[in-house]
């Protein structure tokens, strides 16, 4: 067999460009030191303590790998050469897989935007913002907003999932579950989508607000889910503090596999051509085929390199941050580190956005960072007063994010000149959704957060239109 274009085998970092944050290329170096999935492992421990914790010491990537099933990242069948035990999904034609969650000019229906989790908006932002609403959920929100059909989703720590008007952040529904809700929602073909600390994960009519299904795990779910289309059949994908990456029937709620890790799965997973791609708190990047639930590769990045994020999946690359204190691009077909980004002390958190030439994203060293998407180069850095936990989204020529500090930031993706900020006084854990010039975001303060263009513009754009 020629092995030209096939995975085998544990291959180490070769020619891996590296950057610190002061634009000079650095070695590799490990120290060891706790990181919040280490905390999440202590009993007693919060969801907000093990997954929003301390990053603890300076640690790098070390004895990077691909652990890999024999089988081509370009060519691969989508069932069959996986495993042959495991049968593809019934009545289904699984070479009809495809992915479709588009994120239109009108919505932003999961978390980053899209299915590859780009955090790219489709409209710009204005060169001013102002407050145009708040909506009052009575405990903190670290839930990201989502916004479809003219209304915004989100979850809260009263245990429930809220919508309301997105014009006017008049309350249209609410719906308790048992526990908090600090996921963000899916919102697919009139269905939220959603998982609660209370480890169901939730089908809920958005129109209504009544429950459609619900779904059992083994613990609670923190990240989002993310959509894939396999035949016919509408399937949604979504990680579990199990260890457990779940996919379920989007219309009866059906368990069609579960893919077990060896830690926790914070974040969303990204889709890609019949693929989800995610990281856990084991350390390793997973590629599994969603019509069989079963690995399709692996990175493993060795060490305390726990993923907490979402990675974001565009041109054959993932683009993550983890505790080990770098931000990496990983070529997935070739199993390679591209280039890795070093912070001295913190870890990365903040999944990022991804344009043509640049990736922005925050850290946990108070800074949102932005550099070249080819090699990782520093374009430049903006400090705010704590940490960036929260994921920026890149609107035009613009980029918004919340911080730690308590405000909102818009800042010039070129430059990082700063053009506007808010003081919310209380934490921006939630990541912002940006529809049609409209920046939607949840605080620490209970507050759900519109802001848009000040009244003059928009009645100047009406009068346009």
């Avoid at 009575?138 to 979850?155: D, E, N, Q, W, Y």
């Avoid at 925050?362 to 070249?372: A, E, F, I, K, S």
Wanted: aromatic share 10%; hydrophobic share 40%.
């Amino acid at each position: 067999m020629d092995p030209s274009g096939w995975y085998g085998g544990r291959v180490g970092i070769r020619n891996v460009q590296r950057w610190n944050q002061g634009g000079a290329e650095v070695a590799v170096g490990h120290n060891s030191g706790p990181s919040a999935c280490d905390a999440g492992k202590q009993p007693g421990g919060s969801a907000r303590d093990s997954l929003l914790g301390s990053g603890g010491n300076a640690r790098a990537v070390q004895n990077v790998r691909m652990l890999m099933v024999m089988v081509p990242w370009v060519t691969l069948p989508l069932a069959g050469a996986i495993g042959a035990a495991a049968p593809a999904l019934a009545g289904v034609d699984p070479v009809a897989a495809s992915v479709e969650v588009p994120a239109s000019e009108e919505e932003w229906p999961l978390f980053r935007g899209d299915s590859h989790l780009s955090g790219i908006a489709s409209s710009a932002l204005p060169a001013d913002l102002e407050l145009s609403w708040t909506y009052d959920a009575g405990k903190a929100i670290t839930s990201s907003p989502v916004v479809a059909g003219g209304r915004v989703f989100f979850g809260a720590d009263d245990h429930a999932v809220h919508c309301a008007d997105a014009s006017s952040g008049e309350p249209v529904w609410k719906f308790m579950t048992e526990d908090l809700v600090e996921a963000p929602p899916l919102v697919l073909d009139g269905t939220v989508f959603i998982g609660s600390n209370d480890t169901f994960f939730y089908a809920i009519d958005a129109a209504t607000g009544e429950l459609r299904w619900k779904a059992p795990t083994m613990d609670k779910i923190l990240g989002g889910a993310n959509h894939v289309s396999v035949g016919e059949r509408s399937v949604v994908v979504v990680g579990s503090y199990d260890n457990r990456l779940y996919a379920f029937d989007a219309k009866t709620g059906e368990q069609l596999w579960a893919y077990e890790t060896d830690n926790y799965v914070n974040g969303t997973p990204a889709i890609d051509e019949g693929r989800a791609i995610f990281g856990g708190c084991d350390a390793i990047l997973h590629v599994v085929d969603v019509t069989v639930g079963k690995r399709a590769a692996a990175v493993e990045l060795g060490g305390d390199s726990h993923i907490a994020g979402s990675a974001a999946f565009l041109g054959g690359r993932a683009y993550f941050g983890h505790y080990g204190n770098q931000f990496v691009c990983v070529d997935v077909a070739k199993g390679e580190v591209v280039w890795a980004y070093d912070s001295p002390r913190q870890a990365f958190f903040s999944s990022p956005a991804i344009t043509d030439d640049l990736v922005v994203f925050g850290g946990r060293d108070r800074h949102l960072h932005c550099v070249r998407r080819e090699t990782g180069e520093p374009v430049w850095k903006f400090r705010t007063r704590r940490k960036v936990d929260g994921s920026p989204v890149v609107a035009g020529d613009a980029v918004v994010f919340g911080s730690d500090d308590g405000r909102m930031y818009m800042l010039g993706l070129q430059d990082g000149a700063q053009r506007w900020s808010y003081d919310i006084g209380e934490p921006v854990l939630s990541s912002p959704a940006v529809v049609n010039g409209r920046v939607y975001v949840g605080a620490n303060d209970g507050q759900l957060y519109c802001f848009a263009a000040p009244t003059a513009e928009l009645k100047d754009a009406e009068v346009d239109r």
